[in-house]
């Protein structure tokens, strides 16, 4: 090997080694930035060729190689939208909130813009399938990234909820006389969000038996105006010798009595005044036999009257967005100041054969390529796609300690090559002044 070539395999190593420390310098400075994945410098000989009598070497070559596949530590963050993907998935991000680009990342660093969009740090907008109100995504295709849309948390709207189910709790006086009488008021939501008052009156007819009737519902607002009709009473309530209660009866419009299970009374409520449509509600009053729902024990007061009364339904009016949630399978909860949690968005998991060969788009964003292969979308949870971790963040994959090792390494390998150049600088200056 002639002093020329040593020199050209010596400049190989420097610029090499300097290929290391950009890399070493890179890694450094992302130490700290969310779901970063560090670069590996890998070193190949360029014409390296051997014969029986001579060896031309022709030095090094470096190249830079991200491992995208690399978990980061995950942390606990207080920002609720922020995430983190413990697995081998990835987000799937826009640089637009509608017909943008289509990429992938791990930095889960999601936070609400002014337009109520979830965008991360490096101000990508994150995209998931849209939840109907029935609790199943809306899209058809969902392999494909045309099922996706920007999620946005500003957009979502309080729905309200009729009066399907009323549950029942109380303790009706054994120490009341026969026809006395007792009433109680319960709240309905007609399917408008109307609220609307009943009022119950609780009659004795005899030794262990009452009788229930109930008012058509008047308006919340002023108690007075009738709202609705009533259908479904009165019903007959037998109780045990114990005080549990023992069944019930129901009474329809022609006079037809029924026994029916008390914990599953229907009745309805026609013709509402706000044009909502009609109700039926499924009442509660406790199974048979038990003391889980309505009682007769004596009041213990000096006059008989209702104890331990609740009246509990599942309608709402219509609310307004207080928060979200998010869970591990990736579902967004929207919650209400009325009490109401609906699902809103299912945020999925986008998996390649080889995440290693993605394109490094930004320094925590990448795109597919042919090494890469298709990218497949699942739901959190499914294969290795992994779980998503909510109020959290994926820390970098730098470790400092080794990439000072590194920088101790590509420090001294450089200074070798620089010797290299020196020597040879030094010898053909000697093999100049033999013609002197």
């Known amino acids: 090997m002639s002093l020329t070539s040593a020199m050209y395999s010596a400049t190989s190593g420097l610029t090499a080694q300097s290929k290391a420390l950009a890399s070493i310098s890179s890694n450094i400075a992302n130490s700290s930035t969310t779901g970063f994945k560090g670069t590996v410098t890998e070193f190949t000989s360029y014409i390296n060729k051997t014969t029986t009598v001579d060896e031309q070497v022709g030095g090094v070559i470096a190249s830079n190689t991200r491992s995208v596949s690399r978990q980061g530590e995950i942390q606990s963050s207080a920002t609720t939208t922020n995430m983190a993907v413990n697995g081998d998935g990835f987000f799937v991000v826009s640089d637009k909130t509608s017909s943008g680009g289509t990429y992938f990342t791990r930095n889960g ?75 109680t008021d319960v709240e309905l939501f007609d399917a408008l969000g109307n609220s609307h008052s009943v009022t119950m009156t609780w009659s004795k007819t005899a030794d262990n038996t009452w009788s229930l009737n109930a008012s058509d519902p008047t308006s919340s607002a002023d108690g007075t105006t009738t709202t609705g009709t009533i259908s479904g009473f009165p019903i007959s309530i037998a109780f045990n010798s114990d005080g549990s209660l023992a069944s019930a009866t129901q009474t329809d419009s022609s006079g037809t009595t029924t026994s029916v299970d008390p914990s599953a009374i229907g009745f309805s409520v026609g013709g509402w005044t706000t044009g909502a449509s009609d109700s039926t509600v499924t009442m509660s009053l406790g199974s048979a036999n038990s003391t889980t729902g309505l009682t ?70 990448f795109t597919q390529t042919f090494e890469s292969g298709n990218y497949q979308l699942r739901t959190a949870g499914d294969g290795k796609a992994g779980e998503i971790e909510a109020s959290s963040l994926e820390s970098s994959t730098v470790e400092l300690t080794d990439e000072f090792s590194r920088m101790i390494v590509a420090q001294q390998a450089y200074s070798a090559a620089s010797k290299v150049m020196t020597t040879a600088q030094d010898m053909l200056d000697t093999l100049i002044s033999m013609k002197r």
Do not use: C, H, M
């Not at 809306?138 to 999620?151: F, H, P, Q, V």
């Not at 006086?173 to 026809?179: F, H």
């Not at 998010?326 to 986008?350: C, H, K, L």
């Open 296 to 365: 007769q024990y004596a009041s213990g007061e000096s006059t008989a009257a209702i104890g331990d009364w609740t009246a509990t339904g599942n309608g709402y009016e219509p609310g307004t967005l207080t928060g979200t949630t998010i869970d591990s399978s990736g579902v967004v909860r929207a919650t209400f100041d009325n009490g109401e949690t609906r699902a809103i968005y299912q945020i999925p998991i986008a998996t390649f054969a080889n995440s290693n060969g993605l394109e490094s788009e930004s320094g925590t964003t």
């Open 109 to 183: 660093s999601f936070s609400t813009d002014s337009n109520g969009n979830l965008v991360n740090s490096e101000g990508y907008y994150l995209y998931g399938w849209a939840v109907g109100d029935d609790g199943t995504i809306k899209a058809g295709n969902k392999t494909s990234t045309d099922s996706l849309e920007a999620i946005n948390l500003t957009s979502i709207k309080g729905t309200p909820k009729a009066t399907s189910t009323l549950d029942i709790e109380a303790n009706l006086p054994s120490d009341a006389a026969t026809g006395d009488s007792f009433t």
